[in-house]
Structures are given as structure tokens and as C-alpha cells.
């Protein structure tokens, strides 16, 4: 048995090491190992997600603050968002990422040129800063030099990069806070892509705005929109998502479709065409889905069994069947892991699983894969933690 000062002697130094161990974590180094996620969501070269606890990690490409963790130093492995601060919600695109905390505050980190952090300036940010305005949200969607934001009442509000239209605000005006998305919609769910934005009803209609390059927005047409427009065919869905250049979107029957630009084979229909897309096409093979990610130039779908299938550009390995040869029809990721949901990035795609292990795939430059290496990887690995 320890003497009382020994037993003294063992506390201040557990205390002491607490203490380090808490400021080297505030400082950007790897957090212990076991991290349980919640979500994971890919950007260009950098992937973040969240904890089960609700803590933020990021991991990758590191330019311009892209991983939130007070640093401009790639990590290959999940390191701590700066700021202490939990999240309920994170989203990944180009070179910035948003978090929502539980209370619904809005921050962003990263890369600024066009404001699309929302904090009234265009200065990079390494760590997290508050969104002005003072809105409360419930969920937040990051695009390529845009973000946007849905409040409890289901009111969309959009910022930075406005010159497709992708703020949905009827101009063309960049905006370096909130504006509100014309129309008077209410919206239960938001994604934002390379140049566009979309917006789900409660009646399961989806209305697109921004970019409309080989018919991105889904409304039959390839003009570009200011405000919100239906998609046409009169298909209801679930959930949608929107990539650099592409669209996918699950029905309420749990069908896949998609529509836009299809060089790649992204839309899943077998082919291949670097013509207009302006309508949804079902994705080839049939399946129950449950849930898309559209990535830069390709597209992972999540299966009712909890099977992922990719699809579109390979390059990387980030369809994750092995191979780096693109594909015009959906294949399985390999390793038959289960998955809850699935991510697409610019040329990475990641997995959770039910219990809740993170696994990623693909291009992995700037270690975006989280595997502790730079080594493209064309199966699922686990993320390091």
C-alpha cells in the first residue's frame, strides 16, 4: 500500500499527464487510439468526422486549415479540431469544412476566398470560427466554395460563392454571410455540390439551383438557376445528393437515380457521355437503396443490407472493388464490410459501420485515407485512430 505521500506524489503526476496529454490534443497531435464515429464526410483532400461523443477530427490536406486543427501540417491519422468544441454534424468539400454544434451553432474552417465560411470575411481560418448572423441550424451542407444551412423551421439560408446562382437567392451576388434561399420553401434536407445546391420537401419534391451544366439541377434544362426549380419526372424522394457535377437522388420506394454530367459513367446507367443529362436515369441493376453519396466524379450507393456499391471515375481505388478501372455500372466494395452510411469525396469514399469503425478507400495523396500512410488504397481500410 502506498504511504499518503506517495499516493500524493501518484496523483499530481496523473494530473500532470492528464494536463498534456488535454494541451497536446488543443495542439493538433493524434488523439488516443479508439475513436468510435458517428460521421465521417470527404472533401476534396481532407476527410472529417465526428465521435459518438460528439468530438471533431479531421485528417489530410491541411493547406489552408482544411482540418480545423490550428495548423497548416497534413495529417495522415484523425487529429482534433481546435477550440474544444462538440459537433452533432459535419460536412467536407473542397478545401473547408462546417460543423454544427448541438445547440445548432454554425462553424466553418478552412479555405475563404469566396466566404464560404461565413464569419463576414474571405481570410483562411486553421480553426474553427462561428458563422455570423446568429441563425440556428439543424443541418449544414458545404460545397465547393458555398455552404448552406437549414433552420428548425425549414428555412434554407446560403453563403459564399454565388456566381451560378448556387445561393439560391435570386442573384448572382456572392455573399460573405447568410442570405436566405428565394421562394419561400421549406426544406427537411439540404446537399450542396461543385456549383449547386439541392433541397428536399416534406412531400418528397427536390428543388436544385446554382450550376446547370449538362443538366445538373434535374429540371430538363441546362440553363443555370438563381432560385430554386423542380426536378422533373415526378419522382419523390428520400434523400438526395450532389456532387462536383452530378446528381443522385433515393426515391421513397428506395430506387436510385441520377442525372447531369456522365463522362465518368457517375450517373450508373451503363454508359458513358459527355452530353447533357438533364432528367433522372435509375441506376442499373436495380436494388433496395437507402442512401447515395455523389462524389467529384463518381458515386457510392448504401444498400438496405448495408452492401456499398461504387461507381464512375477509378483512378484512385475509390470505388473500392480493387481495381483502379472505371465503371459505368455499380460494383461492389470489396471486403464485405456492412455499412450504416458511406461518403464520397473528390476521389476517396469512407464507411461506418454499425460499430462504428470508420473505414476509407481510394486516392490517399495527403493521407485523406486516415491510415496513418500516402498509399492509394483500392479496398476499405480502417481509419487510425
Excluded at 103 to 125: F, M
Excluded at 290 to 299: K, L, R
Aim: aromatic residues 8%; charged residues 10%.
Amino acid at each position: 500500500m502506498k504511504s499518503p505521500q506517495d499516493l500524493c506524489s501518484f496523483l499530481l503526476a496523473a494530473a500532470f499527464t492528464a494536463s498534456v496529454l488535454a494541451c497536446e490534443g488543443e495542439q493538433g497531435t493524434p488523439p488516443p487510439r479508439g475513436i468510435a464515429f458517428a460521421i465521417v464526410d470527404g472533401g476534396d483532400y481532407h476527410t472529417c468526422g465526428v465521435s459518438t461523443t460528439g468530438i471533431g477530427y479531421c485528417w489530410g490536406r491541411n493547406d489552408y486549415g482544411d482540418l480545423g486543427d490550428g495548423t497548416s501540417t497534413v495529417r495522415l491519422t484523425p487529429t482534433l479540431i481546435d477550440g474544444g468544441l462538440t459537433f452533432s454534424e459535419v460536412s467536407s468539400s473542397g478545401l473547408s469544412t462546417c460543423g454544427l454544434t448541438p445547440l445548432g451553432e454554425a462553424y466553418c474552417w478552412g479555405n475563404n476566398n469566396s466566404g464560404q465560411l461565413g464569419d463576414g470575411t474571405q481570410i483562411d481560418k486553421s480553426s474553427p470560427v462561428k458563422v455570423s448572423g446568429g441563425l440556428s441550424f439543424t443541418s449544414i451542407a458545404a460545397g465547393d466554395g458555398h455552404t448552406c444551412g437549414l433552420t428548425a423551421a425549414g428555412s434554407a439560408y446560403c453563403w459564399g460563392m454565388n456566381f451560378f446562382g448556387e445561393l439560391g437567392d435570386g442573384t448572382n451576388t456572392g455573399q460573405l454571410t447568410p442570405v436566405r434561399v428565394a421562394g419561400g420553401l421549406n426544406f427537411i434536407s439540404i446537399t450542396a455540390g461543385g456549383a449547386q445546391t439541392c433541397g428536399l420537401t416534406g412531400n418528397g419534391t427536390l428543388y436544385c439551383w446554382g450550376n446547370n451544366d449538362s443538366g445538373i439541377l434535374g429540371d430538363g434544362a441546362t440553363t443555370n438557376r438563381s432560385s430554386p426549380v423542380p426536378v422533373v419526372g415526378g419522382l419523390k424522394f428520400a434523400m438526395a445528393s450532389t456532387g462536383m457535377s452530378h446528381t443522385c437522388g433515393v426515391t421513397t420506394t428506395n430506387s436510385l437515380y441520377c442525372w447531369g454530367y456522365n463522362p465518368n459513367g457517375e450517373l450508373g446507367n451503363g454508359t458513358a457521355s459527355t452530353g447533357s443529362n438533364p432528367a433522372p436515369v435509375p441506376v442499373a441493376g436495380g436494388g433496395v437503396y437507402t442512401s447515395v453519396s455523389a462524389g467529384s466524379n463518381f458515386t457510392c450507393g448504401l444498400m438496405a443490407s448495408g452492401a456499398a456499391f461504387c461507381w464512375g471515375v477509378n483512378g484512385g481505388g475509390q470505388l473500392g472493388d480493387g481495381t483502379t478501372t472505371t465503371r459505368y455500372l455499380p460494383v461492389a466494395v470489396a471486403g464485405g464490410l456492412a455499412f450504416v452510411s458511406v461518403s464520397a469525396g473528390a476521389s476517396t469514399a469512407c464507411g461506418i459501420t454499425a460499430a462504428h469503425t470508420a473505414y476509407c478507400w481510394g486516392a490517399n495523396l495527403f493521407g485523406q485515407v486516415g491510415d496513418g500512410t500516402t498509399i492509394d488504397r483500392p479496398t476499405p481500410v480502417p481509419v487510425s485512430n
